[in-house]
């Protein structure tokens, strides 16, 4: 929802809202007034007409004619005398006082506005003429009513305000779905990118059918996973070809340097050759750890389904963990669990786990194996930690906290991405929990044969 919220599609439609409300109501403001100004306009000419048909109604003494027709409360019109007395006038203002206050010069006009008569308040538009006639110099009034100017004015304003806002909103509504509709592609391009893994780069983003730079970026997309695949399937061969290389060389080695142990006669060149078998066992475990990892890479760890015993791998494990670290103390709390599983790989699991715990431990590392709805199995040391921020970056490859870089740990930073893999591919997860005191607890889940539940998801 909130990726809704503050997303191109919505932002979108609310600027072009925002842009059509204000232009809009520039518009219709501008728009009003030059209406105004036409119909003010327009009376002004009405005004001058009725004048003018005044005046040449007084020419012919035809006066009381064209004044006797302009009757209604929009057309006022009066003929003064010299001295600004009525002499003729329209209904309803007979009664009235007079239109205008002075006389205009003979052949001379005067345009006003005021409001009249008192009982209303609208204001007239009055057109004064001077005229000459037999009777002597004679004040032609005409008040035209600019009421029906208001009147339109402000109905028009009125349907203006409620309807821009309604015309912003559906122009709003309109851009929302059309932009939606435009983003489609982008939102199966941003789905099917955040679903590949490293494990799937042969997986490409839908092309849509439209020529545009939506298209123009899935095939940008497509051509950058095309390297990327060809970049990790050389990483993987290059991977796989140098294990493979390096196990013929590796094994003479050994075998070599288990000759020259058996036949050495002094205890410095016992203890030399001790520590070349011990470097030459870790480059061997070092190889089959890339060996392992570029066959899941590239095949996966499809694990067999055999019933294993949990605990028993465990307990199995204990002796060659007090041969590595003698001067660990290796604490066990196992119940009989019961997974399905590669007992092969799961004993590899326990034992990357040992290693690392033993390897960060000050004196002790305590396991546990026990089951409710699935089979748990933790791993805790009572070293440093690791810290939250580095809790997910321990099971990358090659990756070694600071406390784990001396080269006598012998940690090369594959052993907890191998025991991810192995737990992911049966079912289960790893994750390192929260501790009351020091040290790093690592817990796996993994499922039993006879529970209902759909395998856990893998923690990542």
């Known amino acids: 929802m909130s990726r809704l919220l503050g997303g191109v599609r919505l932002r979108t439609a609310i600027a072009t809202a925002l842009v059509v409300g204000v232009a809009g109501l520039f518009a219709a403001f501008i728009f009003v007034r030059a209406t105004a100004s036409i119909l003010s306009h327009n009376v002004d000419s009405t005004a001058r007409q009725r004048a003018a048909e005044v005046v040449a109604g007084l020419r012919d003494d035809e006066a009381s004619d064209a004044i006797g027709a302009m009757t209604g409360s929009t057309t006022l019109a009066q003929v003064l005398d010299g001295s600004g007395q009525v002499v003729a006038s329209s209904y309803p203002v007979r009664s009235k006082p007079p239109l205008a206050t002075r006389a205009v010069a003979i052949g001379h006009s005067a345009s006003s506005t005021r409001p009249w008569p008192a009982s209303d308040d609208s204001p007239y538009r009055v057109w004064q003429v001077g005229v000459q006639t037999p009777a002597g110099p004679r004040t032609v009034v005409v008040a035209q009513s600019l009421q029906p100017v208001q009147d339109n004015t402000k109905a028009l304003t009125r349907t203006l305000a409620a309807g821009m806002p309604a015309l912003a909103l559906i ?28 494990h799937d780069l042969h997986a490409r983003v839908p092309l849509p059918r439209s020529r545009d730079e939506v298209a123009a970026l899935a095939r940008t997309m ?25 196990r013929s060389p590796l094994a003479t080695v050994q075998v070599g340097l288990d000759y020259l142990a058996a036949r050495a006669t002094t205890e410095t060149g016992q203890a030399q050759i001790a520590v070349l078998q011990g470097e030459a066992e870790r480059l061997g475990t070092l190889v089959a750890d890339l060996l392992l990892l570029a ?30 670290f003698p001067t660990v103390d290796l604490r066990l709390r196992v119940a009989p669990v019961r997974v399905l599983g590669d007992a092969g790989r799961l004993r590899r699991a326990v034992r990357n786990l040992l290693d690392n715990a033993a390897r960060h431990a000050r004196s002790t590392v305590t396991v546990s194996v026990w089951q409710d709805d699935c089979a748990h199995l933790v791993v805790a040391d009572d070293g440093r930690g690791i810290d939250p921020g580095d809790r997910q970056r321990v099971f990358d490859r090659f990756v070694r906290l600071d406390d784990s870089r001396a080269r006598h740990d012998g940690g090369s930073g594959l052993g907890l991405p191998i025991t991810r893999e192995i737990v992911d591919n049966h079912g289960g997860s790893v994750r390192i929990d929260d501790g009351t005191g020091a040290g790093a607890i690592f817990h796996v889940r993994l499922p039993l044969p006879e529970a209902d539940h759909p395998p856990l998801a893998a923690s990542r």
């Open 295 to 324: 066959h899941s890479d590239e095949h996966g760890l499809a694990p067999r389904s055999d019933e294993v015993d949990l605990d028993d791998l465990v307990l199995e494990e204990r002796k060659q963990f007090a041969a590595r």
């Open 222 to 246: 497509n051509a950058m996973l095309d390297r990327l695949e060809a970049a990790a399937i050389a990483q993987r061969r290059f991977v796989a070809d140098a294990g493979h290389e390096l």
């Open 171 to 198: 122009v709003g509504l309109a851009t929302f779905v059309f932009v939606g509709r435009s983003l489609r592609p982008v939102e199966a391009i941003r789905q099917q990118v955040a679903s590949i893994t490293a």
